[in-house]
């Protein structure tokens, strides 16, 4: 393509016009040719064909043309200020573009559905998480004349996390544990699950043995101080939840040293390796007894058992709780699960599992009516209660509370049994109150009852009145018993004594066979009946105070409804 002409001389002469001339000619000669292109578009050419950048005319106008159709006319009428409005974001502020004021809103609005995403998924997981653990599972068995109940903690819960076996001692000392029940720790900590643990002094408020509490050495009794320390084993919990046992003279500095660190002493291991080691006399001698027992067990996967049963009951048919020893705790245990490891925990009256605020075994302590506060506790529950979880709390815990009642009531029968109480009433009082005693097909075999005229014991199987009290005699199998005493009663009518018996009379007493001689004693016998007036015959002997030969023993009989006289024995 020809240039134009742009070196120019300094002066202007031929060559400048020279070159100006034909710069003109040219600048006419492009602007017909651009003319001739425009006239041709204009009558040949279509919109589809002219390009503009990557898109066409056509193309470009089809776009702008829909632009103008989607705006919304304002309420002013004014179509210019309402596409300026459609610029403006949600946040007020002036886009080039409505597109790019669209795209920020758009990001917006999705950073807000991302954000409203987590919060659901987090709700979500939280409505899926309680502040229970679901996965705990518990149930009731009997064996050996004892009720036992079986506590089953997994591993892991539903979502692969480990279920933490935590260590628990209340107060802001545990150097000196504040003591309260198993249940009052259930409900202040929300725990799934709560047991007793160590033994300890309650006056000192000490536990025993060698205590690690959260990786910190407790200040507790050893076996310098109570000799039967020395024979206990201590049991050691893993941050993974395993499970290990200790020899008596393994010190809790060594065993914190080994990566463990949380201790309880109880008494000793029951089974180990799947085998039963429990022996006689062993840690304690109330290991063959039969007592009320706590242990924690291990599965081969790490799952954690619990083990609780009752006992001290054994005077009454239909109340019966031996108890086991710790042989029969452990075979109890192995009827159940493939155990590799169980520890004897605390037990007797301490024995607690609580699930969900209320317990399951049943208590001991003040007639079998109260549970009995303890030192320290091993437990499981969430880090975080959600304000919903206290409803189910409450339910719980209510759950708990007619559990107690219960408990109460059922202590109260048993200790009503066994009752040492100095009073017992019985309202309704008149002619007839009485007990019955019945077999167990419920025949009536006995019966004591009391009226206003005494008391009685009736024997159903003889249909006889075995003992009877009246104001004035007692009566055994339809004979009235005789009046004896240490002092005999005093007399004044010797003629009409009614019961058999010794009794004193004056020498002015009507009958006496000493008559303003001496005092006498005299015993009276009923041959043929209990009374005198039914009797047809009867005996009297009567021995004198007088201190002289001329006064002597004498007697004297009843016949025909008449004493005969006194004669000399």
Same mark, same amino acid.
């Given at each position: 393509?020809?240039? %134009?002409?742009?070196?120019?001389?300094?002066?202007?002469?031929?060559?400048?016009?020279?070159?100006?001339?034909?710069?003109?000619?040219?600048?006419?000669?492009?602007?017909?040719?651009? $003319?001739?292109?425009?006239?041709?578009?204009?009558?040949?050419?279509?919109?589809?064909?002219?390009?503009?950048?990557?898109?066409?005319?056509?193309?470009?106008?089809?776009?702008?043309?829909?632009?103008?159709?989607?705006?919304?006319?304002?309420?002013?009428?004014?179509?210019?200020?309402?596409?300026?409005?459609?610029? #403006?974001?949600?946040?007020?502020?002036?886009?080039?573009?409505?597109?790019?004021?669209?795209?920020?809103?758009?990001?917006?609005?999705?950073?807000?559905?991302?954000?409203?995403?987590?919060?659901?998924?987090?709700?979500?997981?939280?409505?899926?998480?309680?502040? $229970? $653990?679901?996965?705990?599972?518990?149930?009731?068995?009997?064996?050996?004349?004892?009720?036992?109940?079986?506590?089953?903690?997994?591993?892991?819960?539903?979502? *692969?996390?480990?279920?933490?076996?935590?260590?628990?001692?209340?107060?802001?000392?545990?150097?000196?544990?504040?003591?309260?029940?198993?249940?009052?720790?259930?409900?202040?900590?929300?725990?799934?699950?709560?047991?007793?643990?160590?033994?300890?002094? *309650?006056?000192?408020?000490?536990? =025993?043995?060698?205590?690690?509490?959260?990786?910190?050495?407790?200040?507790?009794?050893?076996?310098?101080?109570?000799?039967?320390?020395?024979?206990?084993?201590?049991?050691?919990?893993?941050?993974?939840?395993?499970?290990?046992? &200790?020899?008596?003279?393994?010190?809790?500095?060594?065993?914190?040293?080994?990566?463990?660190?949380?201790?309880?002493?109880? &008494?000793?291991?029951?089974?180990?390796?799947?085998?039963?080691?429990?022996?006689?006399?062993?840690?304690?001698?109330?290991?063959?007894?039969? =007592?009320?027992?706590?242990?924690?067990?291990?599965?081969?996967?790490?799952?954690?058992?619990?083990?609780?049963?009752?006992?001290?009951?054994?005077?009454?048919?239909?109340?019966?709780?031996?108890?086991?020893?710790?042989?029969?705790?452990?075979?109890?245990?192995?009827?159940?699960?493939?155990?590799?490891?169980?520890?004897?925990?605390?037990? *007797?009256?301490?024995?607690?599992?609580?699930?969900?605020?209320?317990?399951?075994?049943?208590?001991?302590?003040?007639?079998?009516?109260?549970?009995?506060?303890?030192?320290? &506790?091993?437990?499981?529950?969430?880090?975080?209660?959600?304000?919903?979880?206290?409803?189910?709390?409450?339910?719980?815990?209510?759950?708990?509370?007619?559990?107690?009642?219960?408990?109460?009531?059922?202590?109260?029968?048993?200790?009503?049994?066994?009752?040492?109480?100095?009073? &017992? *009433?019985?309202?309704?009082?008149?002619?007839?109150?009485?007990?019955?005693?019945?077999?167990?097909?419920?025949?009536?075999?006995?019966?004591? $009852?009391?009226?206003?005229?005494?008391?009685?014991?009736?024997? %159903?199987?003889?249909?006889?009145? +075995?003992?009877?009290?009246?104001?004035?005699?007692?009566?055994?199998?339809?004979?009235?018993?005789? #009046?004896?005493?240490?002092?005999?009663?005093?007399?004044?009518?010797?003629?009409?004594?009614?019961?058999?018996?010794?009794?004193?009379?004056?020498?002015?007493?009507?009958?006496?066979? %000493?008559?303003?001689?001496?005092?006498?004693?005299?015993?009276?016998?009923?041959?043929?009946?209990?009374?005198?007036?039914?009797?047809?015959?009867?005996?009297?002997?009567?021995?004198?105070?007088?201190?002289?030969?001329?006064?002597?023993?004498?007697?004297?009989? %009843?016949?025909?409804?008449? +004493?005969?006289?006194?004669?000399? #024995?």
């Amino acid at each position: 393509m020809e240039r %134009y002409k742009d070196n120019f001389p300094r002066k202007v002469n031929d060559q400048f016009r020279g070159n100006v001339i034909q710069n003109a000619r040219m600048s006419q000669k492009d602007r017909e040719t651009l $003319y001739k292109i425009a006239r041709e578009y204009q009558q040949d050419k279509k919109s589809s064909e002219i390009k503009h950048g990557n898109s066409t005319v056509e193309k470009e106008l089809k776009s702008l043309r829909n632009q103008v159709k989607s705006q919304i006319i304002g309420a002013n009428g004014n179509a210019t200020a309402e596409v300026k409005d459609m610029r #403006v974001d949600t946040k007020g502020q002036l886009h080039d573009l409505a597109q790019d004021r669209l795209n920020e809103d758009f990001n917006r609005i999705g950073d807000i559905a991302d954000a409203a995403k987590e919060t659901a998924d987090v709700l979500e997981n939280k409505m899926n998480s309680g502040a $229970y $653990y679901n996965e705990v599972s518990h149930f009731k068995g009997r064996k050996f004349d004892t009720t036992y109940y079986i506590t089953h903690i997994p591993h892991l819960d539903s979502n *692969g996390n480990i279920i933490k076996l935590r260590r628990g001692i209340n107060g802001n000392d545990p150097n000196k544990p504040e003591h309260i029940t198993p249940s009052q720790w259930a409900r202040k900590t929300k725990a799934t699950f709560v047991s007793n643990a160590s033994t300890g002094s *309650g006056s000192q408020q000490k536990l =025993h043995g060698q205590q690690i509490y959260n990786g910190q050495i407790l200040d507790s009794i050893k076996g310098d101080e109570y000799d039967e320390l020395n024979s206990r084993w201590t049991l050691a919990i893993g941050d993974d939840n395993s499970l290990t046992s &200790f020899p008596p003279d393994v010190q809790a500095s060594e065993i914190r040293n080994q990566g463990y660190n949380n201790t309880v002493s109880g &008494f000793g291991p029951i089974i180990s390796d799947g085998k039963i080691i429990a022996k006689d006399n062993d840690y304690s001698p109330s290991t063959i007894l039969s =007592h009320p027992r706590q242990a924690i067990a291990q599965l081969p996967n790490k799952d954690l058992i619990f083990f609780s049963c009752d006992g001290r009951e054994n005077n009454a048919d239909d109340m019966i709780e031996k108890g086991m020893t710790l042989t029969e705790v452990a075979e109890t245990l192995l009827d159940h699960y493939d155990i590799q490891f169980a520890y004897n925990l605390d037990g *007797g009256g301490s024995a607690s599992s609580v699930v969900r605020s209320h317990k399951l075994n049943k208590s001991m302590d003040v007639r079998k009516t109260e549970e009995r506060k303890v030192l320290d &506790f091993l437990y499981i529950g969430r880090d975080t209660v959600q304000l919903r979880d206290q409803d189910m709390q409450n339910a719980y815990q209510d759950i708990g509370e007619v559990r107690d009642m219960v408990q109460e009531v059922r202590g109260m029968l048993y200790s009503f049994r066994r009752t040492s109480g100095k009073e &017992f *009433g019985i309202t309704g009082y008149d002619k007839y109150t009485g007990y019955l005693s019945f077999d167990e097909e419920g025949n009536p075999k006995k019966k004591f $009852y009391m009226g206003t005229e005494g008391f009685r014991m009736f024997d %159903y199987d003889t249909g006889r009145t +075995w003992f009877r009290v009246l104001p004035d005699f007692m009566q055994f199998m339809g004979k009235a018993l005789a #009046v004896n005493y240490s002092a005999p009663p005093h007399v004044t009518d010797l003629n009409n004594i009614e019961l058999g018996g010794t009794y004193y009379a004056q020498r002015s007493a009507k009958g006496s066979p %000493y008559p303003n001689a001496s005092s006498c004693v005299v015993t009276q016998y009923n041959i043929t009946y209990s009374l005198k007036d039914d009797d047809t015959t009867a005996f009297q002997f009567a021995v004198p105070f007088a201190r002289s030969q001329n006064v002597r023993m004498k007697r004297r009989t %009843y016949a025909q409804g008449a +004493w005969s006289s006194w004669v000399d #024995v």
